[in-house]
């Protein structure tokens, strides 16, 4: 048989089923396996669909000699009989495992070479193998599903859109420079020399010149930029559903929303998410979770007890509220005595969130455990312990510091302890929008006030005379949707008058020049009729990753970058031919 004919298949490799007995077949795939039973082969082919087992048998000399030299990996084509399998022999781990195919031809397509690490899963290799040979990696059965996921996944978000009449509208990648927020990958101009396009960060500005356009509702499924040192989790290129509505208010987005992330779970997962969801105001969001991506399938919440912290003789306690801070904590039900061990793990972690230290109250049967007994009388210890509702086996944990100190190092502990302790149950779900959050906050490093959500946020009309008078006060008609923990969507009503676009500008310390440079479009175009607008854009890579339930965005991302931004397959950024240079007008240093 030629080798540059493809067998044109008769079934995939999952297809098969006893009732299949009797049929000649044509199979092509991978050799996943092969094993030698004294004179009979098996061999395991593997597509992207599953897996059949075909057997050689000793009496066809050629074909066995052909079987015997298989290389696992290479690529044939097999012709042979289907074949009931006894019922002892029956695989019932395998949708296929009722047959097996007993081989009559078998063309070679492809030889692989000794591969460098098996095609299983769990994987047995370094991520840095698995990302060099990305190609392999993703022929385990677990990536090949989690891309099936994810295409499913795409495919019901553009079903849900269209149903409810959104337009999927291309934005350029090619465009103008505006960083506010993360750094721009920057594309050098052949033509214009000394001048850059820069990758989109987001569409923002694209999508909102759309509702101008009169494109209401407007949504994409669109790949983004942003040249930020990397932290785990994070890629330098990632993809958003970016979606932009017309005349709406939050209520209206919030609907579309929720709707599409019940579709995606009943379609992806089978699972009912019910709506409404929960509206959490920042304030609160803060001072109970310690964060504004709370996960509430825990309970614990963080209460502020300054007020009798600062009656008792404990210095610490006393110090932090004199000096505007705050002592608060929260009551680890349930989880037992605490070794000094576990407490000291438990104090070095705080500590990386700026907190001096820990203190623990431990409710015992015979009284509280702590080490502060010598500072706070029974007294106040009872009391504290009533305010935390504790009782016997519980665990107070409470910080004293400012309160931006409290929450972050409270809100990280809450969610240490719900880990540690395993508090989650797989089914659990805490799906809730985060609303009412701050318009700016202070960079104490830029001396200067920044957004908080981006530029273009609204304030809410009520707020907009404090942008004058005491802006860190002013409150964004901005929201997040938080999933188990993780903030998988954010956005805004969005201003839509260049008057208080200008002011918001002016806020952030933007003068009117630099304003003009960079977004003199946005705002010529709100001079020509503006609609109320207001979008939000969703994390795609992080949804995908929580539907598949991986922790790892790279592990639902076809060809991701390592953490420091490399790719470890092609071997980009690499460097480039000074023609190609010279071509732009660069001089390297
Ligand atoms: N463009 C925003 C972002 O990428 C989302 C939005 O406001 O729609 O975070």
Redesign the pocket.
């Known amino acids: 048989m030629s080798k540059s004919n493809t067998w044109q298949r008769t079934h995939h490799c999952g297809a098969l089923r006893p009732q299949d007995a009797g049929k000649t077949v044509v199979l092509n795939g991978w050799v996943a396996s092969r094993r030698d039973h004294g004179g009979v082969i098996f061999a395991n082919l593997r597509d992207r669909w599953g897996v059949t087992q075909v057997v050689f048998h000793p009496e066809q000399a050629e074909l066995i000699a052909q079987a015997g030299n298989l290389k696992l990996e290479s690529t044939v084509g097999l012709r042979g009989r289907v074949v009931k399998r006894p019922d002892n022999m029956v695989n019932p781990n395998m949708p296929t495992g009722g047959i097996e195919v007993a081989a009559e031809e078998l063309v070679v397509y492809s030889e692989a070479k000794p591969l460098p690490f098996t095609i299983k899963d769990p994987p047995d290799a370094l991520d840095e193998t698995r990302l060099k040979y990305r190609y392999l990696d993703l022929r385990r059965p677990a990536m090949q599903k989690n891309m099936i996921l994810r295409h499913k996944a795409a495919q019901a978000v553009r079903r849900y859109f269209d149903e409810k009449e959104f337009l999927e509208i291309e934005t350029p990648f090619l465009m103008k420079s505006t960083p506010e927020g993360a750094r721009d990958y920057l594309v050098p101009s052949r033509i214009y020399k000394g001048r850059f396009y820069a990758l989109p ?4 500005t694209y ?1 909102q010149l759309l509702m101008v356009s009169g494109f209401d509702r407007y949504f994409q499924i669109v790949r ?1 930029f942003r040249d930020e040192d990397q932290r785990a989790d994070r890629q330098p290129e990632f993809t ?1 559903i ?3 509505m017309s005349f709406v208010d939050e209520d209206a987005v919030f609907g579309v929303m929720e709707g599409l992330m019940a579709r995606l779970f009943k379609e992806i997962l089978g699972k009912e998410v019910p709506v409404p969801f929960l509206r959490l105001p920042y304030p609160e969001a803060m001072a109970k979770y310690g964060m504004d991506k709370p996960d509430l399938r825990f309970g614990m919440e963080i209460e502020d007890i300054s007020g009798i912290a600062s009656q008792t003789e404990f210095q610490v306690f006393k110090d932090a509220v004199a000096s505007g801070g705050a002592v608060r904590g929260f009551n680890a039900s349930g989880i037992g005595a605490l070794s000094r061990k576990d407490a000291d793990g438990l104090a070095e972690f705080v500590k990386t969130f700026g907190a001096k230290g820990l203190v623990t109250l431990q409710v015992q049967q015979d009284g509280i455990k702590t080490p502060i007994s010598k500072f706070v009388s029974e007294g106040h210890l009872k009391r504290m312990a009533e305010l935390y509702d504790a009782k016997p086996g519980d665990v107070i944990f409470m910080v004293a510091a400012e309160e931006k100190t409290c929450c972050a190092a409270l809100g990280n502990l809450r969610n240490k302890i719900a880990a540690d302790h395993k508090m989650i149950k797989p089914d659990d779900l805490s799906i809730l929008w985060v609303v009412d959050f701050p318009l700016v906050e202070w960079d104490e490093q830029e001396k200067r006030f920044v957004a908080m ?2 530029p ?2 609204s304030p809410k009309p009520e707020d907009v005379p404090l942008m004058g008078s005491d802006p860190a006060k002013v409150r964004a008609r901005a929201y997040d949707l938080v999933l188990n923990g993780a903030e998988i969507a ?3 009503i969005r201003i839509h008058e260049s008057g208080l676009q200008q002011k918001m500008f002016h806020l952030l310390g933007i003068d009117a020049d630099t304003a003009r440079r960079k977004f003199g479009y946005l705002m010529d175009a709100f001079q020509y009729g503006a609609p109320p607008h207001g ?3 969703f994390g795609f890579d992080r949804l995908v990753a929580m539907l598949a339930g991986e922790d790892s965005i790279r592990e639902v991302i076809a060809f991701p970058k390592t953490t420091s931004a490399l790719s470890l397959m092609d071997g980009s950024p690499s460097e480039v031919d000074e023609v190609q240079l010279r071509e732009l007008g660069i001089k390297l240093e």
């Not at 960060?201 to 923002?204: F, G, L, T």
């Open positions: 960060q987001s569409p923002q999508k983004c958003q970016d979606v932009e959500h981006h273009f946020t954010g956005g805004s979008g939000i854009a």
